[in-house]
């Protein structure tokens, strides 16, 4: 979240140079989550997932020493290498793990991935402590001011964290007995995931995982350096100074979206619960267009991050939960990397540099302040061009809604979900 304010004002980066770290997450997620889906599925989920952490975590160590974008983007690349597969395999291990205890993850899972959101609100507290200084009065300030350096630190002592608990508590899930001795050589290389694309529905849904992954990053990317152009908000403002603090209510909004699920997949089915993401889009884009310096500009801000609840949880997490219900069990980390593979991979990247070129468009590299001898070079917002940057994402994810309104067709079986306890 705080990854274009650390390269572009803290570092000095031109846009241009600091462009492609964007992409990190998008480029690793090409390849890296369908080929350790596979080697889960062949080996042991658990043991994966608990060396993807460590890898990770040892890679985010490098970063706070490098200066320099090109080498900057390469390191972080490699970290979004070991990183982003472990979200499929998350999945799939949750998944595993309740079926193997009779439990049904559409109802079950939520409550248990919300905690992943608390984690997230959690890291983007502690990091705008860290990082921001606001004076509240004379000589009462909130936060150290530190270096954002040190959010790549506190993100690799979680990873070490969780590496540990993994290999020690987790249990084991797939496991290689579970094939037949005679396979063939789709099966040998792991490929069977992908002949999912023979069946129409999973075709369709997996372009539309695409299409709508295009969306997922933009605000993600762009959302918190924008709160902080002192063009649009002052540096001395509470929304400056406690961007991240605000933006965490999206996640906090998640949390509670992320158990609103199993009702709303129960009563409603996956087509329409994707649509009501697709729609919760359109408005989570759509008031950031409205966004201005004033009390109820913040309103807007506060209505948008909550409607990101709806919009992310709705499509990710039920996205996944509808590929665990139409995927044989063996194939489980694999189909959940293709669908990382469209949303995170190739939807993120078409997404990451039409949304550069829309935000290029719209606004302009200008010199900052001097940091390190160098000129900062910062995006900054021109006022009146501001809603149109916002608008034609809107009106992106409104088409992608209607498309997906009158191509996908999916007939709603709420007997396939157990009863609601939750």
Excluded at 3 to 19: M, N, P
């Amino acid at each position: 979240m705080t990854l274009a304010s650390y390269g572009l004002k803290e570092q000095g980066w031109k846009a241009t140079e600091f462009g492609l770290v964007f992409s990190t997450m998008g480029f690793a997620s090409l390849i890296m989550p369908t080929l350790f889906g596979i080697i889960a599925d062949k080996w042991n989920a658990k043991y994966v997932y608990a060396i993807s952490h460590l890898l990770y975590g040892a890679t985010m160590c490098f970063l706070p020493l490098i200066n320099n974008p090109i080498p900057f983007f390469v390191v972080l690349l490699i970290a979004m290498c070991f990183y982003m597969p472990t979200i499929g395999l998350n999945n799939a291990i949750g998944f595993d793990i309740l079926k193997s205890e009779g439990k049904d993850p559409t109802k079950d899972f939520p409550p248990i991935r919300v905690w992943g959101t608390v984690g997230f609100i959690v890291a983007m507290w502690i990091i705008n402590y860290v990082t921001k200084g606001l004076e509240l009065g004379p000589g009462v300030k909130f936060g150290l001011g530190a270096s954002i350096k040190v959010s790549f630190i506190i993100s690799a002592i979680g990873a070490f964290c969780l590496s540990l608990y993994s290999f020690i508590l987790l249990p084991k899930t797939i496991k290689i007995e579970e094939y037949s001795e005679k396979q063939s050589w789709i099966d040998k290389l792991g490929l069977r995931a992908f002949i999912l694309f023979k069946q129409k529905k999973m075709a369709i849904f997996f372009i539309f995982s695409l299409l709508l992954g295009c969306a997922l990053q933009l605000t993600n990317a762009y959302g918190d350096i924008f709160l902080q152009d002192a063009n649009v908000f002052p540096e001395t403002d509470y929304i400056y100074q406690l961007s991240t603090i605000i933006l965490s209510i999206s996640q906090i909004s998640e949390a509670l979206f992320i158990l609103a699920i199993p009702f709303f997949m129960k009563k409603f089915g996956i087509k329409k619960v994707m649509l009501l993401s697709m729609f919760a889009w359109v408005l989570r884009f759509g008031l950031y267009g409205c966004v201005d310096n004033s009390p109820f500009g913040f309103g807007l801000i506060v209505l948008s991050c909550i409607i990101y609840g709806m919009a992310f949880d709705f499509f990710n997490i039920s996205g996944a939960l509808f590929v665990e219900k139409n995927v044989d069990s063996k194939i489980q980390s694999s189909a959940q990397g293709v669908f990382m593979l469209m949303t995170n991979g190739i939807g993120a990247v078409l997404g990451s540099n039409i949304a550069g070129w829309v935000v290029n468009y719209f606004t302009k590299e200008k010199a900052g302040v001097i940091v390190n001898g160098q000129p900062t070079y910062l995006i900054h917002w021109n006022l009146p061009d501001i809603p149109n940057v916002w608008f034609v994402f809107a009106a992106y994810a409104l088409v992608v809604a209607i498309l997906f309104a009158l191509i996908f067709k999916y007939k709603h079986n709420p007997d396939e979900i157990g009863d609601i306890k939750h």
